[in-house]
């Protein structure tokens, strides 16, 4: 098992900036790719970014990519989500989630954290 903790979520205007970052706990952190993912009220949870253990392989979705980076210190137990340039429908619960190497650095994860709310103003 492994525990999650994000922080870092809050109200900010379009265009603005805010990082996210989750602490991790439990099993040996550099075992597990890590990931965020977010909701959307009436909306499916959808994938964001993910890193593997080394920090070396990074994905994001299409709705991100050049505006969001992921990034993570294994010695810190800590993975972060800058985002950048936000926008209205940047708008969600950002969770955190860790998965075994085995699934791949976009999913499925094995553990989740409680979720940060992000809300972008126009």
């Known amino acids: 098992q492994v525990q999650l903790v994000e922080s870092g979520g809050g109200l900010v205007q379009a265009g603005g900036s805010l990082r996210l970052s989750c602490a991790a706990s439990g099993r040996t952190f550099s075992n597990y790719n890590m990931g965020w993912s977010r909701q959307a009220p009436g909306k499916e949870r959808e994938f964001v970014a993910g890193?593997?253990?080394?920090?070396?392989?990074?994905n994001y979705a299409d709705s991100v990519k050049g505006r969001f980076t992921i990034s993570r210190d294994n010695a810190k137990n800590t993975v972060y989500l800058q985002m950048n340039s936000l926008k209205p429908e940047d708008t969600a619960v950002y969770y955190c989630?860790?998965?075994?190497?085995?699934?791949?650095?976009?999913?499925?994860?094995?553990?989740w954290g409680q979720g940060t709310q992000v809300t972008v103003s126009s």
């Open positions: 890193i593997s253990w080394s920090g070396g392989l990074r």
């Open positions: 989630a860790a998965g075994a190497l085995v699934r791949g650095i976009s999913g499925p994860y094995d553990y």
